[in-house]
C-alpha cells in the first residue's frame, strides 16, 4: 500500500490499540491512535485517510461514534471496523455503518496481528490502485448525451474477462465488460458511465453495441477455440422492451452463431420484478437456446419462489460474498445454500471476485463450477485475450 496513508486508531485499550498502531506503521506514512471518541473530530480533521474504528468502548462505543457522525458519513475517512465480539457481530456493524452511509474497507477480529494487519492494508492497496481514479469521478459531470455521442463515435470498446472451470483450469469463456477510451481521460470504467447511458434512456443503444461488437469478437474466438462462450450484461429496461429478443436473434444469424454460444446476464432486481413483458423476453429467449445468468446474486431481494418460477441457467454468486468466504461463517452458508439451490435447479454457478488461492480452494472443494476474479485475469482486450486462451485452453 502507498506509504502515503494516514492512519487514525480510535481504540480506548492502550495495549490493543499500541500493537495495532505498530501492525500498521510499517503500510502507513503516519499512524496515530487515540483513545477517546472525544479527540476523533480533532485527529480526523487534521489529516486521516483510513480509520481503524474499536467497536467496543465504554460509555460511548463504536455504534455510538457512527450515529454521531452519520450526517458527515459520505466525508468521513473510510473505515476499519475492529471487534473482539464474535464475528457475527462485527459483520452485523459493517452492514449497519454502511447504511448509513459510511465506506467500510474492512473489518478486523482482535486480537489482530501483525499479519492479519498487513493482509487488509495490502488488500487494500491493490483493491485502491484499481480503482476508478479521482479524474473518472468528474465524468459524472458528463451528460448522457456526451455517453451517447461516445457510443456513436465509436470511442467504447469491450474487454474480456475470462471464466474458469474450478476443476479443470480450463477456460470456459468469457464476461463482456464495455469501457470508454475517453479522448481526454483516458480509459472509463462502466460506472462511470453506463448508468448515465442508463437513466439518459440509452441502454437499448448500449446493449445493441454490446452484443453486436461481443457476438463478432465470439465468432471469431470460436474458429480457435469453438466451446467459447461469451456473456453480456443487460440493463432491466432493455430486457423487458418487445424488439430485444428478436434482435438478438437476428444478431445470432447474422454472426451465424448458435445460440447456446451466448449467456445474457440480468441483475437479480431486474428479473424478480414480474412484469409480463420481461417474463415473455426470458421464456423467448431461453426456447432459442440463449443461456441465462443471474448477476449479483445475493445483493437483491428475490425469494426462493420468485426465483423457481425463472428459467435460469445460471446464479453469479457476488463479489461481495466471494472476497468474504475465508473471514465469515455467514458468507459460506449462504454460498452453500446457493450451490444446493443451483444444483436442484440445473444452473451452474459462477463465483466472482475470486482474488485470493485461499478463496479458490474453498470454492472448488464447496463443488462450485466456474469462477471468474483478478486471481485468474483482469478484463482483457481481445488480443489479450486470444493469447490468454492459447495458453489457458489446450
Ligand atoms: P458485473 O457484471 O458484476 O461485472 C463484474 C465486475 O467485477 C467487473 O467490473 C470486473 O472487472 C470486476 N471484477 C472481476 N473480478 C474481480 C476481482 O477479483 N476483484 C474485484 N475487486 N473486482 C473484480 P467492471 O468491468 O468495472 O464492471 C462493473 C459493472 O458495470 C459490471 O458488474 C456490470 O454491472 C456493469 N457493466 C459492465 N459492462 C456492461 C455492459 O456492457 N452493459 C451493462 N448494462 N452494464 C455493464
Ligand atoms: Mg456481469
Ligand atoms: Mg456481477
Known sequence: MSKTLRIVILDDDPVAGTILKA???AHASSVSHILNPDELATAVASGCDLLFLDLVMPERDGIDVLRAHAASASS???L????GLDAGILETAVHFARRLGFRVDGALCKPADILDVGRLL?????RRSGRPGGSQQSLTQESSARCLEAIRNGELFLRYQPQIDLATGRTTGAEALVRWNHPEQGELQPLTFVPLLEEGGAASELAQYVLLRALSDTRQLRQTWPAFRVSVNVHASVLRAPEFVERLLSALRTENMPAGALCIEATETAIVDDAPDTLENLVKLRMAGVQLSIDDFGTGHSTLQQLLRLPVNEIKLDRSFVSRLETSAKSRALTHGVLHIA?????????EGIETSEVHATLREMGCGIGQGYLFARPLTLDALTSWLGQHVP
Open 122 to 126: 495490502d488488500n487494500l492497496g491493490r
Open 76 to 78: 468521513f475517512p473510510p
Open 23 to 25: 501492525a500498521a506503521s
Open 80 to 83: 476499519v471496523l475492529v471487534s
Open 343 to 351: 444444483a436442484a435447479l440445473g444452473a451452474s454457478v459462477v463465483a
